[in-house]
């Protein structure tokens, strides 16, 4: 058994890794600062995601947000979730790396997710 089968069997949920462009809003919990930016997504679980940013975002590692990440609607496939609203925490910030000049950004998921389609 290796590292990485040990960390998969703590995992709560799978992790789906998908690179999707999208927007995102965070209301701050303790200023009420809204903070957003565009983004791409790395990967998500029903405990929280990872996304990567081109420039620093303004989010610190223990911010405590209500999100809104926004991607592109499809009229190839109705059926593509196009939100997802959670309250989340930012648990860290990844500095761009020689391989990937983006910014990294994890979240954990304190309440949510919830996934929404344009039409409802």
């Known amino acids: 058994m290796c590292a990485e089968d040990v960390l998969e069997e703590r995992r709560l949920f799978p992790?789906?890794?998908?690179?999707?462009?999208?927007?995102?809003q965070a209301l701050l919990s303790d200023s009420g600062a809204i903070l957003s930016d565009s983004a791409f997504l790395k990967d998500i679980s029903l405990t929280g995601l990872h996304f990567l940013c081109e420039t620093c975002p303004k989010l610190n590692p223990g911010d405590i947000a209500d999100?809104?990440?926004k991607f592109r609607q499809s009229d190839v496939n109705p059926l593509i979730i196009n939100e997802i609203r959670a309250k989340a925490l930012v648990k860290r910030i990844e500095p761009p790396?020689?391989?990937?000049?983006?910014f990294?950004?994890?979240?954990?998921?304190?309440?949510?997710p919830i996934f929404k389609h344009a039409g409802y």
């Open 15 to 24: 992790r789906l890794y998908i690179s999707l462009p999208f927007e995102y």
């Open 67 to 69: 999100f809104t990440f």
């Open 97 to 102: 790396l020689e391989e990937s000049p983006q």
């Open 104 to 112: 990294g950004v994890v979240v954990e998921f304190l309440s949510g």
